[in-house]
């Protein structure tokens, strides 16, 4: 592979994958500088109030145990922006799993045996953690998360329902999900001379930097945070998390590098979750299927520490025609760990209740889903009456419609079966918006033909490495093969994190423009290029600050077949189709990879993942992978993604679109509604285990057993 624009958009293998099969990549862990200690955190055992009394030691009399950490003598810290980051620095329990104390020893063994001797002593408060649709204390937020409106109007909603000749009134409740990555959350520092240098499992090296120089009152040219190697975050690791606060505090009290990796059933306290969310639906349309009237009303929690809101009626205000239309976020502050990102937040819950609810739309008019969907397709976004850059909705679901085989399906539900298996096919769409941020980056030529690239980017298993690598080729018309590409580091020009399915538009911008300036550069260079090379440095802060006069998303629609087995109430999903609209794709290998994985994710939220909030003890009852079920090999059958080709020139000089989390969106909701195809009864609580089927199948006389 060489220039002439072929290496972006080629089929090009990850550049990391033999070091990660090997073992040769290293995460924030695996660092191991001289005399490195370990740390292990003790969670607060009341769901909320104070600690009256310490008594730490047993736990200092432990063999190889170096210090216990607690608000009594950890160093103080300027607050931050973010309270959850503000721990051992006073009595309070905000919620139950807040760090109460820290145990440092030489060893990973002898610091957990030491935080089991901690004893702590509390003075319990009441606490309150239920979330319900009529509580009291709902308030309508001025912004959700993404700095989206609380709430918006456009027309007469309620009016418009009223009169509308087809009506759907629709709730759906969705539990908590957590984010689980495969490497926890863990960062190792160390102190030097007054610099401090942290390995972090983070998805943004320089946010956790800069928020470690406010909070420790340094010159954030004195700390160097490395994210070389990221094992996965899907939201939860894009702000800086507990463990690298308490890894530096520990690391400056004791004189010695600290590793801290969190306890897997810790981490639902402290890392963050998608919240849970009610949802309220309300459809009014005309008899051929055209919404008149468009409510979407969503009831959800956050914490006393710090107020986030799943933006989960958003997607209402972009996806349909809606000239009455009214979104709105209700919120209830209680005693719960914080919410936070995590994959698609707002889209991946939102879009369930929205597409489940077309889905019922379409059955009262009695038009085709597909067809409902088509007739539905705005001119402009409804919200914003801006044009669209692209909009391939309706080719995704043309398209996907045409694989999938859709125009041989029965639409009655529940008549399909094999023996004791009901089956029944569903559709929903997806859609994600395009999010653009400033980066820098440098590109360096050398003597010998070589092209280094330099950038703060962060790959979280995406393939960044690959892509930008790719993105400086073509900018460059080298080979790919003599493109280097450093990243992960704080020390490098800096750049938007991963994260909002903005990291590859935002830094590859910056590659391709410092690339394109330094092939520009060695064409015009007088008596060749000097032995010692050329640097040429870039940013892209004029030009993502431009306000975009389109509305910008990707788009897409999934297809789902499943069976529900009617002894068992065991559902199976036998076939996934995804179609999407993404702009350019840049590396076919590693964005098939990406839609798959969202869809992955998708079909766990729809049959595997939930959480509950124990109201008695006040926090999540699945806290680990024993019982928070995320889909494995077995659960996952034929999946396919693609796309269709869709020129964009309103995006950036790649012409992308994000692809990391449209795969989630969507397909939770195609599941539902192919669950509703097979049993002709609607399940409004994912996930859709077997005991919600049962339910529902011992109450129905429709879906007999054979030869009943």
């Known amino acids: 592979m060489n220039g002439s624009g072929r290496a972006l958009g080629a089929d090009a293998v990850r550049r990391e994958a033999r070091d990660k099969v090997t073992g040769r990549a290293r995460y924030a862990a695996e660092a191991n500088p001289p005399g490195r200690a370990y740390a292990w955190p003790v969670a607060a055992g009341i769901p909320c109030g104070r600690i009256t009394?310490?008594?730490?030691?047993?736990?200092?009399?432990?063999?190889?145990?170096?210090?216990?950490?607690?608000?009594?003598?950890?160093?103080?810290?300027?607050?931050?922006?973010?309270?959850?980051?503000?721990?051992?620095?006073?009595?309070?329990?905000?919620?139950?799993?807040?760090?109460?104390?820290?145990?440092?020893?030489?060893?990973?063994?002898?610091?957990?045996?030491?935080?089991?001797?901690?004893?702590?002593?509390?003075?319990?408060?009441?606490?309150?953690?239920?979330?319900?649709?009529?509580?009291?204390?709902?308030?309508?937020?001025?912004?959700?998360?993404?700095?989206?409106?609380?709430?918006?109007?456009?027309?007469?909603?309620?009016?418009?329902?009223?009169?509308?000749?087809?009506?759907?009134?629709?709730?759906?409740?969705?539990?908590?999900?957590?984010?689980?990555?495969?490497?926890?959350?863990?960062?190792?520092?160390?102190?030097?001379?007054?610099?401090?240098?942290?390995?972090?499992?983070?998805?943004?090296?320089?946010?956790?930097?800069?928020?470690?120089?406010?909070?420790?009152?340094?010159?954030?040219?004195?700390?160097?945070?490395?994210?070389?190697?990221?094992?996965?975050?899907?939201?939860?690791?894009?702000?800086?998390?507990?463990?690298?606060?308490?890894?530096?505090?520990?690391?400056?009290?004791?004189?010695?590098?600290?590793?801290l990796a969190l306890p897997r059933r810790q981490m639902a306290a402290v890392v963050g979750h998608r919240a849970p969310t009610l949802h309220r639906v309300r459809i009014g349309a005309g008899a051929d299927g055209v919404i008149t009237s468009l409510d979407h009303d969503v009831v959800t929690h956050t914490s006393r520490v710090r107020e986030f809101v799943e933006q989960a009626a958003v997607p209402a205000r972009v996806m349909y025609t809606s000239p009455n239309s009214r979104t709105v976020h209700r919120v209830a502050a209680l005693d719960v760990p914080t919410p936070s990102w995590m994959r698609a937040p707002g889209e991946a819950s939102g879009m369930y209740a929205l597409e489940s609810a077309m889905d019922e739309l379409a059955s009262a008019a009695g038009i085709d889903p597909v067809e409902l969907r088509i007739r539905n397709e705005p001119d402009t976004e409804p919200e914003s009456g801006r044009p669209f850059s692209s909009r391939g909705l309706v080719a995704c679901l043309r398209e996907g419609a045409r694989r999938f085989g859709w125009q041989d399906r029965d639409p009655r539900p529940g008549v399909r079966r094999e023996g004791d298996l009901l089956l029944g096919t569903g559709v929903a769409s997806s859609t994600y918006p395009v999010y653009i941020a400033p980066s820098r980056a440098t590109a360096h030529a050398a003597a010998d033909g070589t092209y280094r690239i330099a950038v703060n980017a962060t790959d979280i298993g995406t393939g960044a490495r690959t892509v930008l690598a790719q993105i400086a080729a073509d900018a460059l018309d080298a080979p790919l093969d003599a493109v280097r590409i450093d990243i992960g580091s704080s020390d490098l020009p800096a750049a938007m994190l991963a994260g909002g399915s903005a990291g590859t538009a935002s830094w590859g911008w910056a590659v391709h423009k410092a690339a394109t300036a330094l092939g520009e550069r060695l064409v015009s260079l007088p008596g060749g290029l000097p032995d010692e090379g050329l640097t040429v440095a870039a940013d892209t802060k004029a030009e993502t600050a431009e306000e975009p006069p389109y509305a910008r998303h990707a788009f897409g629609a999934v297809f789902a077949e499943a069976q529900v087995d009617a002894v068992t109430g065991e559902v199976r999903v036998r076939r996934l189709l995804g179609i999407y609209a993404a702009g350019r794709i840049l590396n076919p290998r590693t964005a098939r990879s990406q839609f798959i994985g969202g869809m992955t994710m998708g079909l766990g939220m729809a049959l595997t993942e939930g959480s509950t909030m124990d109201p008695g003890f006040g926090d999540f009852a699945e806290c680990d992978l024993a019982l928070y079920h995320v889909p494995v090999s077995a659960d996952v059958p034929v999946v396919q993604a693609d796309w269709i080709e869709e020129d964009d020139p309103h995006l950036n000089p790649m012409g992308s679109k994000g692809i990391g989390e449209i795969g989630i969106v969507g397909t939770a909701a195609a599941i539902g509604n192919a669950v509703h195809h097979a049993l002709g009864v609607r399940l409004r609580e994912p996930p859709l285990t077997p005991d919600k089927v049962l339910a529902h199948l011992h109450r129905s006389a429709t879906v007999p057993g054979p030869g009943r």
Not at 63 to 71: I, K, M, S
């Open 53 to 259: 009394a310490i008594d730490s030691d047993r736990a200092r009399a432990l063999p190889g145990v170096l210090a216990v950490l607690t608000h009594e003598n950890a160093p103080r810290l300027t607050p931050s922006d973010d309270p959850t980051l503000s721990v051992l620095q006073d009595a309070r329990v905000p919620h139950r799993g807040w760090y109460v104390a820290l145990v440092v020893a030489d060893t990973l063994e002898n610091a957990r045996a030491g935080a089991a001797a901690v004893r702590i002593t509390y003075a319990a408060e009441d606490h309150d953690v239920r979330l319900t649709r009529d509580r009291p204390d709902l308030y309508v937020p001025k912004e959700a998360n993404g700095g989206y409106a609380g709430a918006s109007e456009r027309g007469d909603a309620d009016g418009a329902f009223a009169a509308a000749e087809v009506r759907v009134d629709a709730t759906y409740a969705l539990t908590a999900l957590h984010n689980h990555p495969m490497e926890p959350h863990a960062s190792t520092a160390e102190w030097s001379e007054g610099r401090l240098t942290v390995h972090d499992s983070s998805q943004g090296a320089g946010v956790v930097r800069d928020v470690l120089a406010g909070m420790f009152g340094m010159d954030r040219h004195d700390i160097t945070v490395i994210s070389e190697h990221v094992g996965g975050g899907f939201g939860s690791k894009g702000t800086p998390r507990p463990q690298v606060v308490l890894a530096a505090m520990a690391a400056r009290h004791t004189g010695r590098p600290v590793t």
